[in-house]
C-alpha cells in the first residue's frame, strides 16, 4: 500500500508546486489529425498535426483529451477524441462489412455526444459541433472532399479530434469548465440507460488512500512502460484477479485514486529528468525491467541529481559516465559524488536531508499476464547515502594500484561477476540474476549480505587457485571477491578486527596462517619464478579448508626454496622472508588451526590476501627508492 500512497502524494505534490498532472477525468494523447469545421457544422479540412514545428512530435501532438477508458468489445466511443470511425463514420477498406462497422460507431458516438449537450453548455466551437452531428450524412462521407484527400494519404486508422477557427475544441474554456463538472458528477464511467446519464452502474465508496468518497473504479488505465501497455491492478486474468473478483473488484478504490496512481506511475517512469534504467545481469536475464527513483521531499535539483546519478552507480554500476569528474562545479553534484565516493562528507547534505524521503521503485513486466510485479521501498536521504557509504567502507581494501578506484571492483555488478565461473571465451557464466539484486539491497539499504553469495565465492576462490590467476580471474574480479569478504564478516558476523590493510596487531591464529601462505608464495615467486608448479595452484584450496593437515607438506616445499636461493644468489630474500614467517609463527604458537568454518575460511583468506597485497606494496616501494638512489 505504500506504492500507492506514494504515488498519489506525488501527483497531489506537483500539483502544489504548479507543475500538475493530468487532470481526473482526462487523458495525455497523441493525437494525429484535426477535423477542421466550419460555422455550420461542415468539414472544411482533415489535416495532419505536429508537422509544421520540429518541437512537436511528428507523428502527432500531445493533447489532454476527455478520458479513454479501456476498450472492451462492442461500440465504447471515445467524447470528441476517436478513429476516424467513431468521428466521421469512415473505414480506411472499403468492404460492406467495414462500412456498416464504421456507421455503428459514428451513429454511438453522436448518441454520445447528443447525451452529454445539455452539460456542456455553448461557445461557438461547440455549436459547429452540434450542427455537424445534426447535419453530417455517413454514407455520403466519402464523396467529401477533405474525406477523400485524408483516405488517399492514410494506410491506417488515426486518432483525431475536432476542430474550430484552427484550434482544438475540447481546448475551449467552456467545455472544459463544463466537461469537469460533468465528469465530478458522473464519474469517469458515464453512460446512458434509457436516455439517462448514470454512473455507469459504480457505486460510491471511500477512498483508501484519499479518505474521500467517490464512484468505485471497475476498469483501470494501463500504463506504458518499454514501449508496452500493462495493469497496474488486478484484471480479468485468471492468473492476477483475486479469487474470482473481476475487473476493478479485485482492489476497489475510487476512480479519482485510480486516475492519480495511473498518471503518477506515468509520471516518474516517463518523465524526461527522471533515469529509468533496466536492471540485468549483463546478459539477457532481467532483475527489474525498470528503476526509477524519486523524491517529493528534496529540491528539483538534488532531486534530479539522485534519481539520475545515484541509482546509475549505486543500483547498476554499469555504463556510467566518468563519475569522479565534476560537472559544471555544481556544487550539489559535487556534493552528492563526494558521499558516492566515501569521502566522509555526508554532513555536506544536512541542509536537506533531514527527514527527507526517497521512493525506490523496480518493476518486473509479465508479458504473458499483461500485468507488473512492482517492488517499492521507501527510505531516508541520509539512511540511503549512508547505507551506501558503509557498504563502500566495508568492501574497501588496500590496493597495489593505487589509481584504480574502490569503486571499480566493489560494484554489487562486479561483484555478482565473481561469483561465476569463465566460459572458453573468457565472459562469466552466471547463473542467478536475481542474486544481483540481492546485492543490490545489501548496497542500498543496509540489509545482510547474502550467504549464498558469500559460500559462493569461497567456493570459486577454491576452485580458481588450482589453475594460473590469468585464466582464472581478473585482477578487478580478485579484488571483489576478497572485498565481499571482509563486508561479509563485518556486517554478518560483526567482527571488528577486519581492517582495510593488513592487520600487523592480529592474534588470530586463522589469519595469522593466511599471512604466513602468502609470505611463503612470495618468497617463491621471487626466488624460483619459473616454477609452474605454485605454492598457490597446489595448496591454497587445501590450507583454507585445513591448515593445519596442508601446512607440513607446504613447509617441505618451502624449505627447498632455501637451496634455490643459494643457487640464484637470492639468499638474502629467503631470509628476509623466512625471518617474516617464523616471527608469525612464534605470535600464533606455531599450532596451525585445522579444519576451518566458513567464517575461519574467509578469515585465513583475508590474512593471505592482505599479507600477499602488502608485499606486492613493499616491493613497490622498494622499487621506486632505488630509481631515487640511482637518479641522484
Not at 504473458?368 to 540511503?384: A, E, H
Amino acid at each position: 500500500m505504500q506504492m500507492f500512497d506514494a504515488l498519489i502524494a506525488h501527483y497531489d505534490h506537483q500539483a502544489s508546486i504548479g507543475q500538475p498532472l493530468v487532470p481526473f477525468g482526462w487523458n495525455r494523447l497523441l493525437v494525429e489529425c484535426a477535423i477542421e469545421l466550419s460555422a455550420d457544422g461542415a468539414v472544411d479540412g482533415i489535416y495532419r498535426l505536429g508537422l509544421a514545428d520540429d518541437r512537436i512530435n511528428r507523428n502527432g501532438e500531445s493533447m489532454i483529451v476527455p478520458v479513454h477508458g479501456p476498450r472492451t468489445s462492442g461500440n465504447t466511443p471515445y467524447l470528441l477524441c476517436d478513429y476516424e470511425t467513431y468521428l466521421l463514420g469512415v473505414a480506411v477498406g472499403d468492404t460492406e462489412k467495414e462500412n456498416n462497422r464504421a456507421k455503428e460507431k459514428f451513429d454511438s458516438e453522436k448518441e454520445l455526444v447528443f447525451a452529454v449537450k445539455e452539460y456542456m453548455g455553448e461557445s461557438d466551437g461547440l455549436k459547429a459541433l452540434y450542427k455537424f452531428f445534426e447535419t453530417w450524412d455517413v454514407d455520403k462521407a466519402k464523396e467529401n472532399l477533405a474525406v477523400k484527400e485524408y483516405l488517399a494519404n492514410t494506410k491506417g486508422k488515426s486518432m483525431m479530434t475536432f476542430y474550430y477557427g484552427g484550434h482544438p475544441i475540447i481546448a475551449d474554456a467552456v467545455f472544459v469548465d463544463a466537461y469537469n463538472k460533468f465528469v465530478g458528477q458522473y464519474g469517469v464511467g458515464y453512460t446512458m440507460v434509457d436516455g439517462v446519464m448514470t454512473s455507469g452502474g459504480s457505486r460510491v465508496i471511500r477512498g483508501q488512500f484519499t479518505g474521500e468518497e467517490g464512484y468505485e473504479a471497475r476498469l483501470h488505465n494501463q500504463v506504458k512502460l518499454l514501449g508496452k501497455s500493462y495493469s497496474v491492478f488486478s484484471n480479468n486474468n485468471v492468473a492476477t484477479n483475486y479469487f474470482g473478483r473481476e475487473q476493478g473488484f479485485a482492489f476497489p478504490i475510487t476512480q479519482l485514486e485510480s486516475h492519480k496512481i495511473v498518471e503518477a506511475f506515468g509520471d516518474v517512469f516517463g518523465s524526461s529528468r527522471k533515469r529509468v534504467r533496466t536492471v540485468s545481469d549483463g546478459r539477457k536475464k532481467r532483475i527489474a525491467d525498470a528503476v526509477c527513483v524519486w523524491s517529493d521531499d528534496l529540491p528539483q535539483e538534488a532531486e534530479d541529481i539522485i534519481a539520475m546519478r545515484s541509482l546509475d552507480i549505486l543500483i547498476n554500476g554499469d555504463d556510467v559516465p566518468n563519475y569522479h569528474a565534476m560537472e559544471n562545479g555544481n556544487d550539489m553534484l559535487d556534493k552528492v559524488y563526494s558521499i558516492v565516493k566515501k569521502s566522509g562528507y555526508v554532513k555536506d547534505l544536512d541542509s536537506f536531508q533531514q527527514g527527507v524521503m526517497v521512493n525506490v521503485l523496480e518493476v518486473k513486466t509479465r508479458d504473458g499476464m499483461g500485468s507488473i510485479m512492482p517492488t517499492y521501498k521507501r527510505v531516508t536521504l541520509q539512511g540511503l547515502v549512508r547505507d551506501i557509504q558503509q557498504y563502500y567502507s566495508d568492501m574497501e581494501l588496500d590496493r597495489p594500484n593505487f589509481n584504480t578506484p574502490s569503486m571499480d571492483y566493489a560494484r554489487p555488478s562486479i561483484v555478482y561477476d565473481s561469483l561465476w565461473a569463465k566460459n572458453d571465451k573468457g565472459d562469466f557464466i552466471a547463473e542467478n540474476p536475481f542474486m544481483l539484486k540481492e546485492l543490490m539491497d545489501s548496497a542500498d539499504y543496509g540489509l545482510p549480505y547474502p550467504k549464498k553469495a558469500f559460500n559462493l565465492i569461497l567456493r570459486r576462490i577454491s576452485v580458481d587457485s588450482k589453475k594460473p590467476l590469468d585464466n582464472s580471474c581478473t585482477i578487478t574480479c580478485e579484488n571483489a571477491r576478497y572485498g565481499f569478504l571482509k563486508a561479509y564478516l563485518i556486517r554478518n558476523y560483526g567482527r571488528t578486527d577486519i581492517t582495510v590493510s593488513l592487520n600487523t596487531e592480529s592474534k588470530n591464529p586463522v589469519y595469522i596462517a593466511g599471512q604466513v601462505f602468502a609470505l611463503m608464495e612470495s618468497a617463491q615467486r621471487v626466488i624460483d619464478p619459473n616454477n609452474q608448479s605454485t605454492f598457490r595452484t597446489r595448496y591454497l584450496a587445501q590450507s583454507m579448508e585445513d591448515p593445519a593437515a596442508t601446512f607440513p607438506k607446504l613447509h617441505k616445499s618451502y624449505m627447498f626454496l632455501e637451496k634455490k636461493a643459494q643457487q640464484a644468489n637470492k639468499i638474502g630474500a629467503f631470509i628476509s622472508y623466512d625471518t617474516k614467517i617464523s616471527a608469525l609463527l612464534d605470535k600464533m604458537g606455531e599450532t596451525f588451526p585445522s579444519r576451518l568454518s566458513p567464517e575461519q575460511q574467509a578469515c585465513f583468506l583475508l590474512g593471505y590476501h592482505q599479507q600477499k597485497t602488502a608485499n606486492i606494496m613493499n616491493a613497490i616501494n622498494n622499487s621506486k627508492k632505488e630509481e631515487t638512489t640511482e637518479n641522484e
